[in-house]
């Protein structure tokens, strides 16, 4: 098996194929990718275009412009226009700096953020145009679209055989060295198995911190702009790609109701923690290894 380890995302990152091949250059791929879609970093592109308002690149339109499709494919419970929520829960640096800040007492809670709605994006060739107030956060979207990317490289490559995971989202083609489907763990003691196929999991149990009005955690619900409240606390979703498992698995923590029916919109499967009792789609049970 060849494989690579590396950190990217403020997570760490694996890829793994039976086949000889030099992994480097996929992950210089995933590395570019974080210059261009970090907002934590101040020269990536994502966080000149929320200072300067207008930017033209290429591929973060690209990306902008398919958040914006998912946005209506899930009725609105998927949303970018995050940005300026996640500032006022706190999330307005790394989890590690605030986990930091959280060990010494906690970061501020600010107690109003504009509307998601008072932001207006616009996707024009290139260019990408914000109006109003707030900023876009691609969070949600942004390392399952790059798992994506990785997977389309390999195949290009030749590697047709290939494991990729970003810090919990992974998208699996062919066989693995044995000649088996990938197996993949997704917590509680549960695997699947996975052959051309992506798996993503988002949770509140696990990125939250203390701010000055509670506890906050990353996943916003459009809605009220404030972290969710909603019955989901975590949720597992497999899918035919790794940026539709990424917001699947978003939107359904952020907006249960709407991601459970997008769900079977986009004929995806989910394990979900629901007040505190694990459940699955009907379909789910078919991936269980």
Not at 98 to 117: K, V
Not at 198 to 224: E, N, Y
């Amino acid at each position: 098996m060849h494989t690579r380890t590396f950190r990217a995302m403020n997570t760490d990152w694996w890829i793994g194929t039976p086949i000889a091949l030099d992994l480097a250059p996929f992950e210089a791929l995933v590395h570019q990718a974080e210059q261009r879609y970090s907002r934590f970093l101040p020269g990536s592109a994502l966080s000149r275009l929320n200072r300067e308002r207008t930017l033209r690149d290429p591929v973060l339109a690209q990306l902008v412009r398919h958040a914006l499709g998912m946005h209506e494919a899930t009725g609105g419970a998927f949303d970018v226009r995050v940005g300026a929520a996640l500032n006022a829960a706190g999330y307005d640096r790394t989890f590690e700096r605030i986990a930091g800040l959280d060990a010494r007492g906690g970061t501020s809670l600010l107690t109003f953020t504009p509307p998601l709605t008072a932001l207006q994006i616009d996707v024009c060739g290139d260019e990408v145009r914000l109006g109003g107030p707030g900023t876009i956060d691609l969070g949600g979207i942004a390392k399952g679209w790059t798992v994506d990317r990785v997977a389309e490289a390999l195949e290009q490559a030749g590697g047709h055989d290939y494991l990729i995971d970003g810090g919990g989202d992974i998208r699996a083609a062919g066989r693995d060295e044995r000649g088996e489907a990938w197996r993949v763990g997704v917590g509680e003691g549960l695997a699947v198995r996975l052959e051309h196929a992506a798996v993503c999991t988002s949770s509140t149990r696990r990125r939250r911190w203390q701010a000055a009005g509670g506890d906050a955690h990353h996943i916003i619900d459009p809605a009220t702009g404030a972290p969710s409240r909603h019955t989901i606390a975590e949720a597992v979703v497999i899918a035919r790609e790794a940026t539709l498992a990424d917001v699947l698995a978003t939107t359904l923590i952020a907006s249960p109701e709407r991601g459970l029916a997008s769900l079977a919109a986009h004929g995806a499967d989910a394990l979900v923690l629901r007040d505190g009792q694990w459940e699955m789609t009907e379909g789910m049970r078919l991936w269980l290894a």
